[in-house]
């Protein structure tokens, strides 16, 4: 996985890469408020270092920073997912809840998360970032295990958007941790490293739902029992994210002074900033008139309709199969394996080929191969293996969102464009999983044919934008390109935030020449809070 390799620093000869204290504060001082990284590099002076001192601190990051952000996804995974556990163990009866409230109650998750995004995006810009992370899932987990008191579907509805509305938070704060401690090249990976708890979830919550189910009880139903067990570790756990998780690279006190410095000298290549905790509306502006932004949400919007009714009614499927209830938790717990095997490996090609809209289209042939299997091959004894490997197809889908969560984030440049694009994306994200759920009911059971016509409709959809949106992000290089030169820089710059550890040698004489073109013309704003539309050196990545 050579692309996943940190790039050694440039020389301390390439003034574009390695400034001297003052110059980075002129810079700074000449765009109003600066990034927290342009005032910290001002106030410390210039930094050399080799690859190998940059390889320690990046193994550093990851076992710290890494470790918290997989279990804070994972926690909310397992929050919201409970639902689909206990449908199987009888919350329709227990709750007397119809069809239609059993949907609302997972679509209703996602309509918190909606209309909390514009807040999670301010308080991620204007707060510290590792205290925001860390009280909201200490709130998602206490209203996770208040559930258990609830046994009417009134209840649990104010619940479960209270808990939506807390999650709200978790996945845009891990979007904003990954694009705050690693290198665009770094992204890719670590993000699918989080994203693959859902596929953990899977298995694990499948594993303890199938052992508190075995529970017997003639005071708690056993729905009662995996809410407490589910919502009292995520408690634990954010006491846990609370005391370890730093806000920033410049906050992060287990660095040494010299660490941190590396940590953020070598984010400088972004050219996305680091963090500015200064909100800024032509951010917000710039971002809701980004043609980019808008078909980014159409894509998420439409994988998260299918993801969404799969996540409500994946157990019910599989046990209208001809499974007992008990037998379709455990058939569930392969969709994790796969779901985990297509995520990471889905973000290793795409990192090796530089390509993420032919793999989100690659990655679409899987579903659509799975709801045409599920839709043709009649229910019976004899075909049950045949559902399941449809079945299992589908849930390929898994590796399509964070996908797009990290192209999004890999093209987005600037501080408080950064989360309000996150916020966009993940509204989008909410918007599908709300109407998802809603396109399926038990009545259809057990073919389901509405819901899963319309999945396959919308991975064709899919497939088809994975082609379309790299033309956009060429036309936009092509228009950065031209306004570098007529800067009087070079119009072709080599994007070191991607690249590769075999090619930097080759690319210094480039990377010098570039330096030469633009010295006096025009400063670097790598560490400056410029947004990605505004910097001509931004590189847009396929």
Request: hydrophobic share 45%; with cysteine.
């Amino acid at each position: 996985m050579a692309d996943d390799r940190p790039t050694p620093a440039p020389v301390a000869a390439d003034n574009d890469a390695i400034m001297p204290a003052t110059e980075t504060s002129h810079r700074a001082a000449g765009t109003g408020k600066a990034d927290k990284a342009a005032l910290f590099i001002a106030e410390h002076g210039e930094v050399t270092f080799d690859y190998e001192e940059e390889r320690q601190v990046l193994r550093r990051i990851d076992i710290r920073i890494l470790p918290l952000i997989l279990g804070a996804y994972f926690f909310q995974q397992l929050d919201k997912s409970a639902l689909s556990y206990v449908s199987i163990f009888g919350i329709m009866e227990d709750a007397n809840l119809t069809s239609m409230q059993y949907s609302w109650l997972g679509s209703t998750l996602y309509f918190a998360q909606l209309v909390f995004q514009p807040l999670a995006a301010l308080l991620l810009v204007k707060l510290p970032t590792g205290k925001v992370i860390g009280v909201a899932i200490l709130c998602w987990g206490s209203c996770a295990a208040l559930m258990a008191a609830c046994t009417n579907f009134p209840s649990l509805l104010v619940l479960r958007f209270l808990l939506g509305s807390f999650e709200a938070m978790i996945a845009p704060s891990c979007l904003a941790v990954t694009q705050m401690w690693w290198r665009r090249s770094e992204q890719t990976l670590r993000a699918s490293y989080w994203s693959s708890m859902n596929g953990v979830t899977f298995i694990l919550g499948s594993l303890a739902t199938y052992g508190l189910g075995h529970i017997a009880s003639e005071k708690i139903y056993k729905y009662q029992t995996v809410f407490i067990f589910c919502g009292g570790l995520t408690v634990l756990f954010g006491v846990v994210f609370i005391i370890f998780m730093p806000d920033s690279p410049m906050e992060a006190k287990y660095l040494k002074e010299r660490e941190k410095m590396i940590a953020v000298e070598r984010l400088r290549a972004n050219q996305m900033g680091v963090a500015s905790r200064e909100w800024k509306w032509e951010h917000v502006k710039e971002t809701f008139l980004d043609f980019k932004t808008f078909l980014w949400f159409i894509l998420i919007t439409a994988i998260s309709i299918a993801s969404g009714g799969m996540s409500i009614f994946g157990n019910l499927i599989i046990k209208d199969f001809g499974f007992t209830s008990f037998h379709a938790i455990l058939f569930s717990m392969p969709s994790g394996v796969i779901q985990i095997i297509a995520i990471i490996g889905s973000a290793w090609v795409s990192t090796r080929i530089g390509r993420k809209g032919v793999v989100i289209t690659g990655l679409s042939l899987f579903p659509i191969l799975g709801a045409i299997l599920m839709l043709t091959v009649p229910r019976n004894e004899k075909n049950k293996g045949v559902l399941l490997f449809g079945y299992y197809m589908v849930m390929v889908l898994a590796a399509i969102t964070p996908m797009i969560y990290a192209w999004s984030a890999q093209n987005t440049g600037g501080d408080t464009k950064k989360k309000t694009s996150s916020a966009v994306m993940f509204m989008g994200m909410c918007t599908g999983n709300i109407i998802g759920p809603l396109l399926y009911n038990t009545k259809d059971a057990p073919l389901y044919r509405p819901g899963l016509i319309s999945n396959l409709i919308i991975f064709v959809l899919v497939g088809i934008l994975g082609l379309l949106i790299p033309m956009w992000l060429l036309v936009l290089n092509k228009q950065h390109a031209k306004k570098r030169e007529q800067l009087g820089k070079s119009a072709n710059l080599v994007d070191h935030s991607m690249m590769k550890k075999e090619k930097m040698a080759d690319s210094k004489a480039v990377e010098l020449d570039q330096h030469e073109h633009s010295r006096g013309v025009e400063e670097d704003r790598g560490l400056q809070d410029v947004s990605d539309l505004k910097n001509e050196d931004f590189i847009y990545v396929y």
